[in-house]
């Protein structure tokens, strides 16, 4: 399958700074990708869908000033969190739709902001 | 809304037993279906299905799709103890690309 890599997997930061996290396909071009975030003993619950040149479409509830996405080229996308708060900590997992139908996830960034 | 819903939420078999997992969902446009493993990280893709009562097998897992009832299964065969895992449903419909998922079922396989 596909291959989906995300950097960092794991970032511990303080309240109130900004954190990126990249999503980069490695051996396939992908126009979309979406990001997730999961809960512990929850499933994924999808964020925004990014598209390459074009702006992020957000889910509802989902504050886009908060969350920055850029999909600047066809194989990296970047999630900021923005002045993060301890409720922002969670599991953060990108994917990328290598065709019609089928997302390879990346494994994942664990964010904990103390 | 699109709804997704897996069920049991968790299961415990014993090695070598044969275990069913389902999926059912409600969705506009219905566009496929797809399964998913996730252990300690991010899912891992296992199958994607588009058509009806078409199996698709790979070793010991193997998942089929039923348009008109709106469900799948996933068989696993013989369990092992590296299949524990959380096995995640989902759904793609609409005009978006975006996955509805299910909540998961969490299968332990114990010796």
């Known amino acids: 399958g596909a291959v989906v890599s995300q950097h960092p997997s794991r970032v511990i930061c303080k309240s109130g700074t900004s954190v990126k996290i990249e999503c980069r396909s490695l051996?396939?071009?992908?126009?979309?990708m979406f990001w997730y975030r999961q809960f512990p003993k929850q499933s994924l619950m999808l964020m925004a869908t990014?598209?390459?040149?074009?702006?992020?479409?957000?889910e509802q509830g989902v504050e886009k000033d908060k969350f920055l996405i850029n999909h600047a080229s066809l194989t990296l996308s970047t999630l900021t969190v923005t002045s993060a708060h301890p409720e922002d900590s969670s599991f953060y997992i990108c994917?990328?739709?290598?065709?019609?139908?089928?997302?390879?996830f990346g494994p994942g960034t664990r964010l904990l902001v103390l | 809304e699109d709804k997704v819903v897996q069920s049991p939420l968790s299961l415990v078999v014993h090695e070598g037993d044969t275990v069913t997992l389902n999926c059912s969902y409600e969705v506009t446009n219905f566009r496929s279906l797809l399964w998913y493993k996730q252990e300690k990280k991010a899912p891992t893709f296992l199958f994607m299905l588009t058509s009806s009562g078409i199996e698709k097998k790979s070793g010991r897992l193997s998942s089929i799709l039923d348009k008109k009832e709106l469900f799948s299964i996933l068989n696993i065969t013989a369990t092992q103890t590296g299949d524990s895992a959380v096995y995640l449903c989902a759904v793609g419909g609409g005009t978006a690309s975006k996955l509805t998922f299910g909540t998961g079922t969490r299968l332990q396989v114990t010796l």
């Open positions: 990014s598209n390459e040149g074009s702006k992020a479409t957000y």
């Open positions: 994917s990328a739709r290598q065709n019609k139908e089928t997302q390879y």
């Open positions: 051996d396939f071009q992908a126009t979309t």
